[in-house]
């Protein structure tokens, strides 16, 4: 890495500042929705209204994971809400069509994710492909895809025991009776925790982060950026299709028509928590409450009757806002 290359003085100070600063900021967001839902309407605070939040955070927020990991390299994935459709519908292939055991239909759908990943990684690293254009192609093919082999109707679970479970069963429940948070819940903690880990501990994590904040340093200094860009693609799409289980678990059915806008609500959680857009910074725990500001909103909206297309038009001004404190953000460190 040149001189110039290098952080000015007291340049990753203010970086590390302004994450934790915005983690901050997330999370007291996150209590504020709490707390205005809760004097709006009595109905907000109930258990069964709180687990279905969770319910919905499960799925987001595991997506929204998968999307930190490819725009911390300071790339997008706009495939990942059409890539969980196709992996749950690859899933119900192995499961209703070929009559296979669970385990084959879980495997089957996170290896799915891992090879659709693959290509756009491959397309983003080695065609030189815009990840945003990458990705977009993909997405099309991926929504092509799952309505041809699905045969454009639902593929039900209806007779592969126990699928239901994977998502609305609850673990803890059994565990800690009272408690019956959905299984979905424990997995997205699991997937968070895993990728909180990969990122912090492993070498994948520390080339993760290096190829967001100068890829061209990277790649002189022998590493070969390209191989290390593919892998961390693969990753994020094997963790999408745990999201595409933990979908069609939820509704017993995978729906071929489902998955667009999924992405959207993905990446605003993901800069909600203070990820950047233009990579080299960001955190699984500030993704996790990102989602849950996204469940909740969605959630406190519906219980007020707000009209489904006025929810769609809070969802794009998060966006618009969440984009531009990053950006703000980022005029403060530079």
């Known amino acids: 890495m040149t001189t110039a290359d290098a952080p000015r003085p007291g340049a990753l100070s203010r970086i590390?500042?302004?994450?934790?600063?915005?983690?901050?900021?997330?999370?007291?967001?996150?209590?504020?929705?709490?707390?205005?839902?809760?004097?709006?309407?009595p109905q907000f605070m109930q258990l069964s209204n709180i687990i279905a939040i969770l319910q919905a955070t499960?799925?987001?927020?595991?997506?929204?994971?998968?999307?930190?990991?490819?725009i911390i390299t300071g790339g997008i994935d706009l495939s990942v809400g059409t890539m969980m459709t196709?992996?749950?519908?690859?899933?119900?292939v192995v499961l209703t069509y070929w009559g296979l055991p669970l385990p084959f239909g879980v495997i089957a759908a996170?290896?799915?994710?891992?090879?659709?990943?693959?290509?756009?990684?491959?397309?983003?690293?080695?065609?030189?492909?815009?990840?945003?254009?990458?990705?977009?192609?993909?997405?099309?093919?991926l929504k092509g895809l799952a309505l041809v082999i699905s045969g454009t109707r639902p593929i039900y679970f209806n007779d592969t025991p126990g699928f239901d479970l994977i998502s609305r069963g609850s673990l803890i429940g059994w565990v800690v009776p009272g408690l019956p948070i959905p299984n979905g819940v424990l997995i997205l903690f699991l997937v968070a925790l895993a990728v909180a880990y990969i990122l912090g501990r492993t070498v994948l994590g520390r080339y993760t982060f290096a190829?967001?904040?100068?890829?061209?340093?990277?790649?002189?200094?022998?590493?070969?950026?390209?191989?290390w860009k593919i892998g961390i693609y693969a990753l994020s799409g094997a963790i999408v299709g745990i999201a595409g289980i933990l979908i069609a678990s939820r509704l017993n059915s995978a729906q071929p028509a489902l998955g667009l806008g999924y992405e959207l609500e993905a990446i605003a959680?993901?800069?909600?928590?203070?990820?950047?857009l233009s990579g080299g910074r960001g955190t699984v725990l500030g993704t996790v409450i990102g989602a849950l500001i996204m469940a909740v909103l969605t959630n406190g909206l519906r219980i007020?009757?707000?009209?489904?297309?006025?929810?769609?038009?809070v969802t794009g001004a998060i966006i618009i806002?969440?984009?531009?404190?990053?950006?703000?953000?980022?005029r403060r460190t530079a």
Not at 86 to 92: L, T
Not at 115 to 136: M, Q
Not at 211 to 227: I, K, P, Q
């Open 110 to 141: 996170i290896g799915a994710g891992a090879f659709c990943g693959l290509c756009s990684g491959t397309f983003v690293a080695k065609l030189k492909i815009p990840p945003f254009i990458a990705t977009l192609g993909m997405m099309l093919i």
């Open 321 to 330: 806002l969440a984009v531009y404190a990053d950006q703000a953000r980022r």
């Open 86 to 92: 196709f992996c749950a519908v690859i899933a119900g």
């Open 16 to 41: 590390g500042s302004s994450g934790a600063t915005q983690k901050l900021l997330a999370f007291a967001s996150l209590v504020l929705l709490l707390v205005g839902f809760s004097l709006a309407s």
């Open 58 to 70: 499960s799925v987001n927020g595991v997506l929204a994971v998968a999307v930190t990991l490819v």
């Open 269 to 276: 959680a993901v800069v909600i928590g203070g990820t950047s």
């Open 304 to 313: 007020l009757s707000v009209a489904q297309e006025w929810q769609t038009v």
């Open 211 to 227: 190829l967001g904040s100068n890829e061209e340093a990277v790649r002189l200094s022998g590493v070969n950026t390209d191989a």
